[in-house]
Nanobody, 123 residues
Framework: QVRLVESGGGLVQAGDSLKLSCEASGLIVDRYTFGWFRQAPGKEREFVSAISSPTNIYTADSVKDRFTCSRDNARNTAYLQLTSLGPDDTAVYYC?????????????????WGQGTQVTVSS
């Protein structure tokens, strides 16, 4: 059974940083692309970043100067480093994995999703 567990979210102040983790089990992560998405209240779930294997990284223009995606296959884990956070970054952040992904920013490409971790940024 495939399972993704996100962690690292929390309540922070504007300008702070957070590092989110996504630990996968039940699959061989080496073959999978990890994707990060977020969903703010009342908004659509949007692409944030993705990292394939071997390592190609894709990041949304809106966050590419502040967010960095990485992975550690030995730990079956992907990470999303968030810096210079602002209130607009407040959302539930989701991790997803997919194999043979052609369009990394498309939600439909991903087969498995985690439950999400809440990030709240106060001004």
């Amino acid at each position: 059974q495939v399972r993704l567990v996100e962690s690292g979210g929390g309540l922070v102040q504007a300008g702070d940083s957070l590092k989110l983790s996504c630990e996968a089990s039940g699959l061989i992560v080496d073959r999978y692309t990890f994707g990060w998405f977020r969903q703010a209240p009342g908004k659509e779930r949007e692409f944030v970043s993705a990292i394939s294997s071997p390592t190609n990284i894709y990041t949304a223009d809106s966050v590419k100067d502040r967010f960095t995606c990485s992975r550690d296959n030995a730990r079956n884990t992907a990470y999303l480093q968030l810096t210079s956070l602002g209130p607009d970054d407040t959302a539930v952040y989701y991790c997803a994995v997919g194999e043979n992904i052609g369009i990394p920013f498309s939600r439909n490409e991903y087969s498995y999703w985690g439950q999400g971790t809440q990030v709240t940024v106060s001004s």
